[in-house]
């Protein structure tokens, strides 16, 4: 028998050779085993658990809720009930792992308290920024859903924590609408009173023109044309003189009423989209729908999530055996021959 750890003539080594090794040491083998068993053992009784909670939630599509809502159905581009989306995942994600929603989170959960953080110290965001690393994680599943997981050392703070970034994500979302919905409507609103001036001052013009007998050219200059053929059929000259007169009046104001008026109905069409589009944009403003679906929410978890004390001794383990190996097949290879 070999009683060496030696390579074969191609300087390859064998799964044979690999064997024969961990026979001729199985005695301090097995002895580092049992011991790497134990202290990984032991060391991981002393790591303090984790309780992971877990949200998963589809995002909505529906970002504007006059248009969900108040739009023709043939003409919405999205549907607000519809989920699973995956621009809207994305989106999800970039909320979630926002600095707008990790400062509220830390605010409202008191985690560098809960963490015990040092204040005063100078690498305390990056030592908070760590722990949040390490205990919260976002991803999208496979359906396109996004999953939410927390861990901490307290259960019902896991799963209070998890609720609650589903709240601050459907707040934040509407904060950030509302960024834009507000603008939108002032927007809107400047451009319907603009209008609504228009309107005004037109209506102005026509009183005055009504002020001067002219309220209806046509129905006027019909009604003047019949008065004047019956006033020449009877002969009345003084008649149609009269009605002369006020044909002349009718004429001189004729084409401003004419043009007041089609301007006028151009202006009261364009003034009701403005007020149309004034009333969708003050719901955006003023009305909110869930960003979300939940489809399952956290529980408080009933066993430990880390640390994983198997794993950790089986890796414990492997890593002693393979480590030992090595160090035997090197000290073979170079220990002194015997004489």
């Known amino acids: 028998m070999q009683n060496s750890f030696e390579e074969t003539g191609n300087g ?42 877990t949200v998963i939630f589809y995002p909505t599509t529906n970002n504007s809720i006059s248009n969900a809502l108040l739009t023709d159905l043939n003409q919405r581009q999205k549907d607000p009930l519809e989920f699973g989306e995956e621009e809207e995942a994305e989106k999800a994600l970039q909320i979630l792992q926002s600095s707008k929603l990790t400062e509220r989170l830390v605010r409202n959960y008191k985690l560098m308290e809960h963490y015990k953080i040092d204040p005063n110290s100078s690498m305390k965001k990056m030592k908070l920024a760590n722990k949040i690393g390490s205990n919260f994680s976002f991803s999208r599943t496979r359906y396109l859903s996004i999953r939410v997981d927390v861990l901490d050392e307290d259960p019902k703070k896991a799963a209070e924590m998890a609720n609650g970034i589903l709240d601050l994500y459907d707040s934040i979302k509407n904060e950030i609408q509302l960024e834009v919905a507000v603008p939108a409507l002032e927007i809107v609103k400047r451009q319907m009173q603009a209008k609504e001036n228009e309107v005004n ?21 019909r009604a003047l ?91 414990s383990l492997i890593c002693t055996l393979a480590f030992s190996a090595i160090f035997f097949a090197i000290y073979e290879k170079f220990r002194p021959a015997k004489p």
Not at 306 to 311: G, I
């Open 12 to 53: 390859l080594i064998t799964f044979k050779d690999v064997i024969a090794l961990f026979s001729r040491w199985r005695k301090q083998l097995i002895i580092l085993g049992i011991i790497s068993i134990v202290v990984s053992s032991v060391a991981s009784y002393m790591i303090t658990p984790k309780y992971k909670s």
């Open 225 to 315: 044309a019949e008065e004047m053929y019956k006033a020449r059929a009877k002969g009345d000259m003084s008649r149609v003189n009269d009605l002369m007169e006020q044909q002349k009046t009718l004429v001189q104001f004729g084409g401003q009423f004419t043009a007041l008026t089609e301007t006028l109905q151009l202006e009261l069409d364009k003034l009701s989209d403005l007020k149309a589009k004034y009333e969708r944009a003050e719901v955006d403003v003023k009305e909110t729908l869930k960003n979300k679906f939940t489809v399952s929410a956290a529980d408080v978890a009933e066993q430990r999530s880390y640390p994983v004390r198997k794993l950790i001794v089986l890796v």
């Open 201 to 221: 001052n037109i209506k102005a013009e026509l009183l005055k023109l009504g002020m001067e007998g002219v309220t209806n050219y046509e129905e006027q200059s």
